[in-house]
């Protein structure tokens, strides 16, 4: 049988390492684009740009995607028309993400195997862990590590994904009709990883992204991604948990979220004690994750990460840390990178927003 690799895992970067590319985080409320150009060792931010619909707080189900996938390929794409007007970048090329709900991954072990055996091997296993027939997947595999499997056999790790054929090509439907030709596509977290990739020890990390409606909890030891779980406990959650709490508007709750958060200070305190429970279950979650890493692995992990939207949260970091006994690990996203002074606004306080949309422009440069 044939197996359908994911091209733009390979195809991507340029011959001179230089250039300028688009990084576009296509989330569920927000499209976010970075536009990244790299001169030598110089990479520089030559804008930014972040445009959201507020529709999914009146209606949930209009969010410009979820995870049961519905994504309005039409609507999408006319946002992001509307963002390149805005951004007006020097080119159209971009490398763009994929969520890793629409997609499966896996951790495989085998016998230590040619190239060749190997690329067999995986098409074999695959299709017992993929729920779908082969042929309508795209697969890739990063290699993890080797290791003795006793009796002088050595085994390897690979982590499996597979993305819906058809999900590659929705996707290939929305750049395109928003004049912007893809040259390199991954999943998010992959992306993340780039980007903050120097903020991580060896040891095993959570690196936890909260969004709006999906968080995502991503295991990172020795430089890559171990496993990956996602639950759609996030943002929304939380600012619909304090509508109801308050019986007021959802705009108004994403408002009141977003200004005060966890402060425990004077009135204030009231909406830190209504948020917590709701913000608890997202926690419970990374900790479940967490579980089954070192259930799986036989290690500890002790060290987390937050990023995207939710990450804003004021007081979520102290917060995690006390729930799980694990220690915060931060980040600078934008860190080493040239920019313009206009755009000093995003780089001191998106972090947590565009670090995806970064991570993925560095890809076509690396
Ligand atoms: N200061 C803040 N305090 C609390 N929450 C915040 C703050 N700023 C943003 N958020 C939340 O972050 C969420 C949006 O995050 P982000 O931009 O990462 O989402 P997304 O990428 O569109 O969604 P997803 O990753 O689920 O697809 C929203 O729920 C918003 O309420
Ligand atoms: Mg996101």
Avoid at 77 to 85: T, Y
Avoid at 107 to 122: G, H, K, N, Q, T
Avoid at 325 to 335: D, I, N, P, Q
Wanted: proline share 4%; glycine share 8%; charged share 25%.
């Amino acid at each position: 049988m044939k197996l359908n690799f994911l091209e733009f895992f390979r195809d991507v970067g340029n011959f001179f390492k230089g250039g300028t590319v688009l990084g576009v985080d296509i989330g569920t409320v927000s499209i976010k684009a970075v536009e990244i150009t790299r001169d030598g060792e110089v990479f520089s931010l030559a804008n930014y740009g972040i445009l959201g619909t507020k529709k999914y707080l009146y209606f949930p189900n209009q969010a410009i995607q979820t995870s049961s996938l519905k994504i309005s390929e039409k609507e999408t794409s006319e946002i992001l028309r509307v963002l390149m007007k805005e951004m007006r970048p020097k080119t159209n090329l971009v490398v763009c993400s994929i969520p890793a709900f629409t997609s499966f991954t896996t951790v495989l072990d085998m016998p230590l195997l040619s190239p060749d055996e190997m690329a067999r091997s995986i098409i074999f296993q695959a299709q017992q862990y993929i729920p779908m027939p082969i042929k309508e997947v795209s697969v890739e595999w990063f290699p993890m590590e080797q290791y003795d499997g006793g009796q002088g056999q050595k085994f390897q790790r690979v982590f499996l994904v597979g993305i819906p054929n058809d999900v590659i090509a929705r996707y290939k439907k929305i750049y395109k009709d928003a004049g912007l030709k893809i040259v390199g596509m991954e999943i998010e977290q992959f992306a993340l990883l780039r980007a903050l990739g120097k903020f991580f020890s060896e040891a095993p990390t959570l690196l936890v992204d909260i969004g709006a409606q999906s968080t995502d909890i991503a295991v990172v030891e020795k430089g890559t991604i171990r496993q990956i779980e996602q639950t759609d406990y996030s943002g929304i959650y939380l600012t619909q948990a304090l509508a109801r709490s308050l019986d007021i508007s959802m705009i108004r709750a994403e408002e009141l979220k977003c200004r005060r958060g966890l402060s425990s200070l004077g009135a204030d305190s009231e909406l830190s004690t209504l948020l917590l429970p709701f913000l608890d279950v997202i926690i419970q979650e990374t900790r479940h994750a967490k579980d089954v890493y070192e259930r799986r692995y036989g290690k500890k992990i002790e060290k987390f990460m937050l990023v995207g939207g939710g990450a804003n949260l004021t007081g979520i970091e102290k917060h995690f840390a006390a729930q799980t006994g694990l220690t915060a690990s931060h980040h600078s996203a934008f860190m080493g990178m040239r920019y313009p002074e206009r755009l000093e606004p995003a780089v001191k306080s998106l972090e947590n927003e565009f670090a995806l949309a970064l991570g993925l422009a560095r890809r076509y440069f690396s």
